[in-house]
DNA sequence: TTAGGGTTAG
């Protein structure tokens, strides 16, 4: 008796003890190893406390939570004494790390036993069977919870509610069984407000918070205001929910404040998104990647790039997310360098074969023609999910490279996966047929797209549209537009800018206009090709129209818009216009000034043309060759020789940049204008492009210099034999000359290889 | 001692 008791007291300071340690233990986010699991078996055993249930559960737990199911089903059968939280968490671990079915059996067992499951075992099996796979199984088990009289308890109920949200995305169940509890704790709530933002019904949010907030004791937490975020798409509806945290006098946690994080990003504020990541205590892996993906996507690539290396020298462990989305920014910006240190990372970390990371990746190389590591990369992926294939795709549908391997992976694609073929997918074949020798294959992608479901689709039809144009197919082309059933404003712009290409300004203006007609809202891709029409054909009237139409939108200080409208107002003659609009950028970039230096190029205000070119490089724009060929133009054909060579030496020794075929032809034209043939010569000697040529020809002409002028017809025929310039203009310098002779023999030449001179044509009557 | 709701990338 005495021994007993004395044997019991050890037992009770040993439970004692043990007791708190495990509850600490348990605590931790990490799961224990399995050697510590062991640890704390052995001291049970001696201890004799395994026999305790409570004790013996939370050993379970540990063996579950780090996947020892080994371990753990060894423990569950040797267990004296099941209770129900011992079935729970066998289930509940399978649930969480292993498999449903194995969960499933599990319960079964459980209900052949005489253990009675509670709230807790039906509110882990009922969020499984959220999962579409599992939902008659859902079903079945919603029956067992009935008969159990459980389905009014909220625990049990909230993982109904949630179930048949996710699961069947039935409202009205979910809705009945919501209605039908007993109570509704803030969970239950949640629950229901997160399942309607889900499927974006956002009244019905508003209505479901504002019943909350009227119930006494309830007060939204971080998951309610997470699903009020989700519903945003507003900077305004942002900050809003934002004050309402405060309001509501929340202590946020590290995923509301990702939350936001993000949305700012995503609404265009990235600084607010900034200020929230840098005051934030805890930060978690998401909001690192959060950031790094709210850069790359306002076009902040560089800074993406810049906060991912500072990241790297914090040490923060590199996940999927972070090295995707820093990839995405590596493509953006072109920085093949950092790119290729992120593989590194990719490989040192484990994440080479990740579906997402390797698709970014395989984009990246391909950018830059390394086609062989990406077929590599691609085969290599685990899971290839479509995206990755569309990726593969797209990568060979690389300029010139024609279309056979593109059609191969999309066959290999349709036979050997189950995955659906997507607009993507279709979308990045098509720009592998954008030349004329592929244009069979493109006729074959476009004969599926009428067989399959994807034929509205606005995207393929403006990838047909794009790539009919490419193989200089019009008709073609117009045919495809007319078959898109909601066209966008890329529709619009494709069809527009494939008439312009063609020299066929007059219909593309038409086409502007019916746009305008139909309400397609303008943007900054369609108003530049609408504004270019327009000054090709000197259509000033419709050109004042849409700059107002620019104007009402907010377009007119976007640099292609307003670059755009500069250039038209200077081909439609109305310098002064131009002037208004240049003078109304707020941050004017190369773009900007180049089209106010081309228009008084074009207008013969070399002046003017110089003194904006410094108003650049007062602002620190650096000019590029466009610049460069705008001033050369403005000062050759005002007759400033010296300021053309000038500039050409300053654009040669301070910007670096190196001088195309149009530089030197801008600098022949300049010393041909001022008589200086013999230089010019020179010149294009170095240089021979035909356009130098041709300029130094045309001046020999002006100059009647019969010796050189013989010199650059001659490599100008050489050059293209069936061109008919050389011959009439050689023959011109014979004329003035009055050799009428040679004047003769040169058009018969022109004649006996049938060249023949394109008739003039001119807008005036 | 078991348990229900919320976040990111290509």
């Not at 393929?460 to 009919?468: E, K, P, R, S, T």
């Not at 600098?667 to 041909?672: E, I, K, N, Q, T």
Request: net charge negative; charged share 20%.
């Amino acid at each position: 008796m005495t021994g007993r008791a004395l044997f019991d007291a050890h037992k009770l300071h040993a439970v004692l003890e043990l007791e708190p340690f495990l509850l600490s233990l348990a605590k931790k986010p990490n799961p224990i190893t399995l050697t510590q699991c062991h640890q704390i078996h052995a001291k049970l055993i001696i201890t004799q406390c395994i026999s305790q249930t409570h004790l013996a559960n939370t050993l379970l737990s540990f063996y579950s939570k780090s996947s020892n199911f080994h371990h753990a089903h060894q423990l569950f059968n040797k267990m004296p004494h099941r209770n129900v939280v011992t079935w729970t968490t066998l289930i509940s671990s399978h649930l969480k790390h292993g498999s449903v079915p194995k969960a499933l059996k599990i319960f079964n067992q459980m209900l052949l036993s005489d253990e009675r499951p509670n709230e807790y075992t039906f509110s882990v099996l009922l969020r499984a069977c959220s999962n579409h796979d599992f939902w008659s199984v859902g079903l079945q088990i919603h029956g067992s919870l009935v008969r159990f009289g459980l389905d009014r308890d909220k625990f049990a109920g909230s993982s109904l509610v949630y179930m048949y949200f996710k699961g069947g995305n039935d409202l009205r169940d979910a809705l009945r069984v919501f209605n039908g509890l007993l109570e509704r704790d803030v969970v239950a709530w949640n629950v229901m407000i997160s399942g309607f933002a889900q499927v974006g019904d956002f009244h019905m949010v508003q209505w479901l918070f504002s019943e909350m907030r009227d119930v006494q004791g309830l007060k939204p937490d971080n998951s309610t205001f997470v699903s009020l975020l989700q519903c945003c798409y507003l900077l305004l509806e942002v900050k809003q929910i934002h004050g309402l945290v405060y309001k509501f006098g929340a202590e946020i946690d590290v995923v509301v404040e990702s939350v936001m994080v993000d949305l700012y990003a995503k609404c265009g504020d990235v600084s607010s998104s900034r200020r929230i990541f840098d005051s934030m205590e805890e930060k978690d892996n998401f909001v690192w990647s959060s950031m790094i993906s709210g850069y790359s996507m306002n076009n902040r690539g560089e800074e993406a790039v810049r906060f991912f290396k500072n990241m790297c020298r914090q040490r923060v462990k590199l996940d999927q997310h972070v090295l995707s989305s820093t990839l995405k920014a590596c493509v953006e910006i072109e920085d093949l360098n950092t790119g290729v240190q992120v593989h590194g990372l990719m490989i040192k970390n484990g994440h080479q074969n990740d579906c997402f990371v390797a698709s970014v990746l395989l984009t990246l190389y391909a950018s830059f023609g390394d086609l062989g590591d990406v077929e590599k990369l691609f085969r290599r992926i685990d899971d290839k999910d479509i995206v990755a294939w569309n990726s593969m795709i797209l990568a060979r549908a690389r300029p010139g490279h024609g279309s056979s391997h593109s059609m191969q992976l999309m066959q290999e694609l349709r036979r050997t996966t189950s995955l659906q073929i997507e607009s993507a997918t279709l979308v990045a074949v098509l720009k592998s047929c954008e030349n004329e020798s592929d244009l069979l294959a493109g006729r074959q992608i476009h004969s599926l797209i009428l067989k399959s479901s994807l034929c509205h689709h606005t995207l393929v039809g403006n990838a047909l549209v794009h790539m009919y144009s490419e193989c200089r197919l019009i008709d073609d082309a117009f045919k495809a537009f007319v078959d898109i059933e909601w066209k966008d404003d890329s529709s619009w712009s494709s069809i527009i800018g494939t008439y312009k290409q063609n020299d066929m300004e007059l219909e593309a203006l038409g086409l502007c206009k019916e746009m305008l007609n139909e309400g397609v809202n303008l943007t900054s891709y369609s108003l530049p090709l609408c504004f270019s029409a327009c000054s090709q054909l000197s259509a000033i009237c419709e050109g004042k129209q849409l700059h107002v139409l620019a104007i009402k939108f907010g377009y007119n200080r976007d640099v292609y818009v307003g670059s755009s409208i500069i250039d038209m107002y200077a081909k439609c003659g109305n310098i002064e216009e131009s002037e208004n609009v240049f003078s109304e950028q707020l941050e004017p970039n190369e773009v900007i000034f180049n089209a106010m230096i081309c228009g008084y190029a074009h207008h013969g205000k070399a002046q003017q043309a110089i003194e904006v070119f410094s108003k650049l490089e007062k602002n620190c724009v650096a000019p590029n060759h466009v610049t460069f060929l705008a001033l050369m133009s403005a000062c050759s054909h005002a007759g400033y020789v010296e300021e053309t060579l000038h500039l050409f030496t300053l654009m040669l020794d301070k910007y670096k940049i190196k001088p195309k075929s149009e530089h030197y032809s801008s600098l022949v034209d300049a010393y041909g204008r001022a008589g200086r043939l013999e230089e010019a010569y020179q010149i294009v000697q170095k240089d021979g492009s035909e356009s130098a040529w041709r300029t130094l020809l045309g001046a020999c002409r002006n100059h009647n210099n019969t010796e050189i002028g013989e010199k650059s017809a001659m490599k100008m025929i050489e050059m293209n034999p069936s061109d008919h310039a050389p011959y009439v203009l050689l023959s011109n310098i014979y004329n003035a000359e009055g050799k009428w002779e040679e004047a003769i023999k040169c058009r018969e030449k022109m004649a006996k290889i049938h060249v023949k001179k394109d008739p003039g044509s001119s807008w005036l009557v």
